[in-house]
């Protein structure tokens, strides 16, 4: 019923940037929570960005200062642009939305993209 379709991973140099999108597309009507998780090899899936339902926003505290999450309400789309890059932040980055189905606006349903790799080099 919901897709969520990222774009925008790959191979950077530290120090470098990228940007992710992530478009959300189906029988939705309304969002609540919207952003991104990262997860890398051996580590537990973190949050790293997000809209909060009041449309605040939220960042883990190694990537403030250098991630900036924004969207286009018109599109259902957010997305993440990632400036100074650390190998630290090699990941697979997911998005993620908490939303309300026309079908079912009672109850909010969370919803996963598929990844996109994010590989910073040294």
């Known amino acids: 019923q919901v897709q969520l379709v990222e774009s925008g991973g790959g191979l950077v140099q530290a120090g470098g940037s990228l940007r992710l999108s992530c478009a959300a597309s189906?029988?939705?009507?309304?969002?609540?929570?919207m952003g991104w998780y990262r997860q890398a090899p051996g580590k537990e899936r973190e949050l790293v960005a997000e809209?909060?339902?009041?449309?605040?926003?939220n960042y883990v505290d190694s990537v403030k200062g250098r991630f900036t999450i924004s969207r286009d309400n018109a599109k259902n789309t957010v997305f993440l642009q990632m400036n100074s890059l650390q190998p630290a932040d090699t990941a697979v980055y997911s998005c993620?939305?908490?939303?309300?189905?026309?079908?079912?606006?009672?109850?909010?349903?969370?919803?996963w993209g598929q990844g996109t790799q994010v590989t910073v080099s040294s």
């Open positions: 189906g029988s939705i009507f309304s969002i609540n929570t």
């Open positions: 809209f909060t339902s009041r449309g605040s926003t």
């Open positions: 993620n939305a908490k939303l309300r189905l026309l079908t079912a606006v009672w109850k909010i349903v969370e919803y």
